[in-house]
């Protein structure tokens, strides 16, 4: 029998390095740069870096501090500044954000005696510390955050102030291009992951027709044939919405690209460098994967068909944590946590492959899927219906799998993300599916 103590060290200890590993890139994130980088808004659909960089400091110290260590808020007045519903993005430069040094200062005040509360903090009787729930939930707070942060740099103008290490070139994948998963049920969701958020629980069977998935995410150079084809300029492969989206806004290819001759390039954090063929397509949006998708013959898989060919274990008919098992993720397995500034060539990590034979479903790019975000059969809030009961609707589709900018304890196999179908500054991609013709 496993002694509890034991568990609840190993949980500290886990909660304590991934709040360590949350402020390192943080600060990575925000000294990189220079002060009028800090506090400029490099673009209306993001903060600046600043504001992010306090309201980390902020929703620790509430969740932290006042929710759990029971203390007294130590800047009180600062709260409805850094409240995400009350301030829209575009407006937050106009508020009177911390300078900063200064938020640099309140946040490491705020780590201090958040590090403090963890130590002291039982792991169990109440569902918000049960098994560190508050400390995870900070942890992947920050690091959403830090993915934002890096979109932020990405759009600003300017040498690059990142830099790191591009991913092991590989062989050109030669497997087959599709996989088929088989039909019947599987377990979707998950009652167990002790840090899953609420939009994950709870864990249910879901019936699932058979299929056909991308073996790997669709290429610049698939998408880049589908260009040539005259794929913007065709309206039958596009729907209303999509169609009259992409004309108003003068959309001809993914974002940052520009054609140069015969050739396209793209600006990647500051540089300008040719397409790479191999990589798996970023920053297009809902509307372009799904167009694609139709042009090809094929579309995008739904949520639940994501998820079945990502976790479902056929040999044990059960649903395993990531496509590769249960263990944690290792540079082996995926292209996560900002280890690298881009995602890895197609065909890239054989070690994360599922039991099905599908890569890459996890790290690297976001991918779309043609579901709608709406909450599970049993669905609770917890801890607040801000983070996923408002946004439940038509108007936002689900991403599924992480990308190169994700942390992994921010992603798992059930581990959902939300958007507009219009937003492409975000790291998204996309694999098709076809249906299995009975």
């Known amino acids: 029998m496993t002694d509890p103590a034991l568990d609840a060290e190993a949980l500290r200890e886990r909660a304590a390095a991934s709040l360590v590993t949350a402020r390192e890139r943080t600060t990575l994130l925000t000294e990189c740069v220079e002060e009028p ?14 504001w992010d960089l306090a309201h980390i400091g902020n929703q620790e110290e509430q969740w932290l501090l006042r929710a759990v260590g029971g203390q007294e808020a130590i800047r009180p007045e600062i709260d409805s500044i850094y409240d995400a519903f009350e301030h829209p993005r575009a407006e937050r430069p106009k508020l009177p954000l911390l300078p900063p040094e200064e938020a640099r200062r309140y946040a490491r005040d705020v780590r201090g005696r958040a590090l403090d509360v963890l130590e002291s903090t039982a792991f169990h009787g109440e569902r918000l510390t049960e098994a ?46 599709e996989v088929l998963v088989p039909g019947g ?38 998408y880049q044939a589908f260009i040539e084809d005259g794929g913007y300029n065709e309206p039958r492969w596009w729907s209303a919405e999509g169609w009259a989206h992409i004309r108003q806004n003068s959309i001809t290819a ?25 990589e798996p397509v970023l920053h297009v949006c809902w509307y372009e994967a799904d167009a694609y998708a139709r042009w090809a013959g094929r579309r995008l898989p739904t949520e639940a068909e994501w998820e079945k060919a990502a976790r479902h274990d056929p040999a044990g008919d059960r649903s395993t944590r990531y496509p590769w098992g249960d263990a944690d993720p290792g540079p082996e397995h995926a292209n996560l946590g900002q280890r690298h500034l881009r995602p890895a060539p197609a065909g890239s990590y054989p070690a994360g492959e599922s039991p099905l034979g599908v890569r890459q479903l996890i790290g690297d790019v976001w991918e779309w899927t043609s579901s709608d975000f709406l909450p599970y059969p049993g669905f609770r809030a917890f801890p607040y219906k801000e983070y996923s009961e408002v946004f439940f609707g038509t108007g936002y589709k689900v991403l599924r799998g992480g990308s190169f900018a994700v942390d992994a304890v921010a992603c798992r196999g059930t ?5 507009h179908p219009i937003r492409r500054q975000i790291f998204s991609g996309f694999r098709t599916a076809r249906s299995v013709i009975l």
């Open 415 to 419: 581990f959902r993300n939300w958007d």
């Open 132 to 177: 560190g729930f508050a400390f995870g939930m900070v942890a992947q707070h920050e690091q959403q955050h830090d993915e934002t942060m890096l979109i932020t740099h990405q759009l600003r103008s300017g040498p690059p102030a990142l830099t790191a290490l591009d991913p092991q070139p590989v062989p050109l994948f030669t497997g087959p291009s």
């Open 254 to 278: 993914p974002l940052f690209w520009r054609r140069d001759g015969g050739q396209w390039l793209r600006r990647r954090f500051g540089a300008t460098e040719a397409v790479p063929p191999d």
């Open 185 to 222: 049920p599987f377990t979707m969701g998950t009652s167990h992951e002790p840090w899953a958020l609420d939009n994950e629980r709870p864990a249910h069977r879901r019936e699932v027709e058979p299929f056909h998935i991308d073996t790997t995410p669709v290429t610049n150079a698939a």
């Open 37 to 50: 980088d800090l506090t400029a808004q490099h673009s209306p659909l993001m903060s600046p870096l600043v």
